[in-house]
Structure formats: structure tokens, C-alpha cells
């Protein structure tokens, strides 16, 4: 359970980072629309509609990160089973090697 | 006669160009182009968003752009920022209240320092600006465009004018009762508009 949550908070971590890069590093708020602009040629006004697209921010990343950090957190609850039984299986091989 | 018949028809055309109405120019645009941007540059926190719900009349005289009056609307629940969360606080009740204050609006009264150069008009516009129920009187710069015959251009199968008016200028929105207690350094108490705005006056 210990590797499993660890391996699952490195997952979260590295997702939450590749995430937000590939989508521009955005630096402020998480966006859930974006601004396409459009010029009136007789105007010569610039026209502003939103298109939905989610753009992540700071705020996604931040949470990723503490989202991560908290898996880390709670697996450090966990006992590592695998050692022990690693750890008993060398001393039984030990004893059988002696006997 | 016909020489009778010619002055008198030269008399009527010299006679109603001297007393020719101003033109009415009608703001709710077909195309939705016409737009209004707000800026917020907090020392921690820029916001920015737009509005595109806009209405309303001016009256405009191409021989005394100095004249000029008039009001314009904004639909308060077209204001939009990219975050959808952001946009639900800002309509909400300590923001905008978009519910019980559905229109933000300015009433032009005078114009002062009038200049104009060819169709090109710029001045400074004194008026009431009204926000969450809250008048003010402000004056800001203003440029006025007149697009003689060009709404045809634009609308098919219609004739007439058009008027661009663009205008920036800064608020406090402590003026206006926004939200006045959030923190400053999160959300700028200083907000920046710039309208872009376009209207028509069909013959």
C-alpha cells in the first residue's frame, strides 16, 4: 500500500506539472474559456467572444503538487509489508542453509 | 417659370441643410461586435474580462459633433472574465449583483474640448455613470468617429451611417459600493475601461 500511494503521488505530481506546461505554463488563474478576437474590417473595431477551453493556472498546479504531497503524507501511515516478508524469507533460507 | 421652380427647390435644399437634424445612431449591434473591456492590475492578481452586452442611442450632429448626447447600456450579466468561478463571485451579490442590478449605464451630457479633424472627433465627454445603482459624474476622453454612408458596407441591404465611439478611462469601484472591503492587493480597487462601441443610423 506505502509504494502504491507513493508511486500514485509521483503520478499526480508529474501529471499536474506536464499538464500545465504543455498547455502554456499559464502564470495567473486556472481559465475555463478563452478570449478569439476578431477585427470589423468597416469598424476597425477588435470584437471579443469566448470559446470554452480549460486553461490551467497556478491554482491547478499548486493543488497537484499539495494533492501529491499529501499522498506522500499518508503512505509514510503505511508499513512497508514487503521488506519484512523479504527480510523473514532470507532468515528462513538462512536457518534451512544451516540446517 | 422653371427659373421660379429651380430657386425655389435651391432655397428648400439650402433650408433644411441649415436645419438639419442631428442623426440618430442606434447601438444594439447585429454583428456583436461592440464590446467594453475591464482591467483590474492588482500587485498580486490581474484580472481581465470583457462585456458585449451593449445598447443604447446617441445623438450626433456631423456639423456640431459638440452637440453630442446621449446613453449607453450595459447588460451587467454579459460582463465575462475566463474563469468560470470568478464570474459567478463577480455577478453574485457582493460584486455586481446581476440580479438586482441588471444595467450599468452612461449618460452623456456635454462635450468640451472638442476637436475635430476630417470625420475624426475628440473631446471630452462629462456624463453619469451608473453602477450597482451608484451615479457618479465623470468626464473622460472620447473619440468619435462618423462613417458617412458606410452602414451599407457593413449590413447588407441597408443604407445609412455609422458612429464609432472609443473611450478609456478608470474607475474605483469603492465609488460604486464593488465589493469595497476585499483586499487591494488582490483585486485592484482601480478598474480600467476601454468601450469600443459602434452604431448605426439607417436612412
Do not use: C
Not at chain 2, 139 to 151: D, N, W
Not at chain 2, 166 to 188: L, Y
Request: aromatic share 8%.
Amino acid at each position: 500500500m506505502k509504494r502504491v500511494l507513493q508511486i500514485l503521488a509521483l503520478a499526480v505530481a508529474i501529471f499536474a506539472v506536464v499538464f500545465w506546461l504543455a498547455a502554456g505554463a499559464q502564470r495567473g488563474w486556472t481559465k475555463t474559456s478563452i478570449p478569439v478576437r476578431s477585427v470589423d474590417e468597416i469598424t476597425g473595431i477588435e470584437g471579443i467572444t469566448y470559446k470554452k477551453q480549460f486553461v490551467p493556472g497556478l491554482d491547478f498546479l499548486g493543488a497537484g503538487l499539495l494533492g501529491a504531497g499529501f499522498l506522500t503524507g499518508v503512505s509514510l501511515f503505511f508499513r512497508e509489508k514487503n521488506k519484512t516478508k523479504t527480510n523473514r524469507t532470507s532468515i528462513q533460507q538462512a536457518t534451512t542453509k544451516i540446517i | 417659370m422653371t427659373k421660379q421652380f429651380t430657386a425655389l427647390l435651391v432655397l428648400t435644399a439650402l433650408g433644411s441643410s441649415a436645419y438639419a437634424a442631428p442623426l440618430t445612431f442606434d447601438f444594439k449591434d447585429p454583428k456583436g461586435v461592440n464590446n467594453a473591456v475591464f482591467k483590474l492590475d492588482a500587485p498580486l492578481e490581474a484580472i481581465s474580462g470583457s462585456a458585449n452586452g451593449i445598447t443604447g442611442t446617441v445623438t450626433f450632429d456631423p456639423e456640431k459633433p459638440g452637440d453630442t448626447k446621449g446613453k449607453i447600456v450595459v447588460t451587467t450579466a454579459s460582463l465575462h472574465v475566463p474563469n468560470s468561478m470568478m464570474n459567478e463571485h463577480m455577478h453574485g451579490g457582493q460584486w455586481l449583483d446581476v440580479a438586482k442590478q441588471p444595467e450599468i449605464t452612461f449618460e452623456a451630457k456635454s462635450l468640451k474640448n472638442v476637436k475635430t479633424t476630417g470625420d475624426s472627433t475628440s473631446a471630452d465627454v462629462t456624463g453619469t455613470f451608473t453602477v450597482k445603482g451608484v451615479a457618479k459624474e465623470l468626464t473622460a476622453p472620447i473619440k468619435l468617429t462618423y462613417l458617412k454612408g458606410k452602414l451599407g458596407e457593413r449590413v447588407p441591404k441597408m443604407n445609412g451611417d455609422l458612429l464609432v465611439i472609443r473611450s478609456t478611462f478608470t474607475i474605483k469601484r469603492s465609488d460604486f459600493g464593488i465589493n469595497p472591503s476585499a483586499p487591494q492587493d488582490k483585486v485592484s480597487d482601480e478598474i480600467s475601461i476601454t468601450l469600443s462601441i459602434a452604431g448605426a443610423s439607417p436612412r
